[in-house]
Every structure is written in structure tokens, then in C-alpha cells.
């Protein structure tokens, strides 16, 4: 079945790094856009970044350009998300989630959280 697990999350201090990866099974990794949304406590799900399949073309909201980079590796059918000059305001559950091709994220992982505080 369809599976995605992400890792890597914690507790980091503002202006710190982390790299979350999504490990995917179940599926062909490599024929899929991939996406990272989090949702920050008492909010809702915000989208962060998406790759296309090949790795060459990707995107980021506003609030993290510059700062987070999207890769993927499909050889190990894996996707990152590494998160630079981390401020408090990125704390979150980050979530990896397939993009199907009717354009819909129909695969989630269960979350890594992300913690930013001093």
C-alpha cells in the first residue's frame, strides 16, 4: 500500500537548520509530484513546496523562499526538505503528500514536527 514516513523534525533554534526527508513506498515515487504542507498549532494546513517529478522544476510560498529547498532523490525514493534560517513562526507538523494526477495530494505521511524556540 501507499506509504510515506517523514523524519527528521525537532526542536531547533530560531535562525537554525533541519532536514526533513519522506521516505515513499507502495508506488511509483518517481511519476509523482510531491508536496510539503505543515499546519502550525490552532491553524490550518498551509502548503509549503512542491517538486515536479524529475526534480528540475519546483515551487514555494512566499513565506519560506529563499530559506527552504525541495529535493527528491528517486533512485531512493525519497524527498527532503531542507529548512534554513529557521524562524519560530515555522513551527509545525510538516507533512510529505503525493500529488495525484487530477492534481489532488491523495497520500499523506503521519507529520515530523518542527519545532523553532530558544
Known amino acids: 500500500q501507499v506509504q510515506l514516513v517523514e523524519s527528521g523534525g525537532g526542536l531547533v533554534q530560531p535562525g537554525g537548520s533541519l532536514r526533513l526527508s519522506c521516505a515513499a513506498s507502495g508506488f511509483t515515487f518517481s511519476s509523482h509530484y510531491m508536496n510539503w504542507v505543515r499546519q502550525a498549532p490552532g491553524k490550518g494546513p498551509e502548503w509549503v513546496s512542491f517538486?515536479?517529478?524529475?526534480?528540475?522544476?519546483?515551487g514555494y510560498a512566499d513565506s519560506v523562499k529563499g530559506r527552504f529547498t525541495i529535493s527528491r532523490d528517486n533512485a531512493k525514493n525519497t524527498l527532503y526538505l531542507q529548512m534554513n534560517s529557521l524562524k519560530p513562526e515555522d513551527t509545525a507538523l510538516y507533512y510529505c503528500a503525493r500529488k495525484n494526477s487530477a492534481s489532488a495530494l491523495d497520500a499523506w505521511g503521519q507529520g515530523t514536527l518542527v519545532t523553532v524556540s530558544s
Open positions: 517538486i515536479n517529478t524529475s526534480g528540475v522544476n519546483t
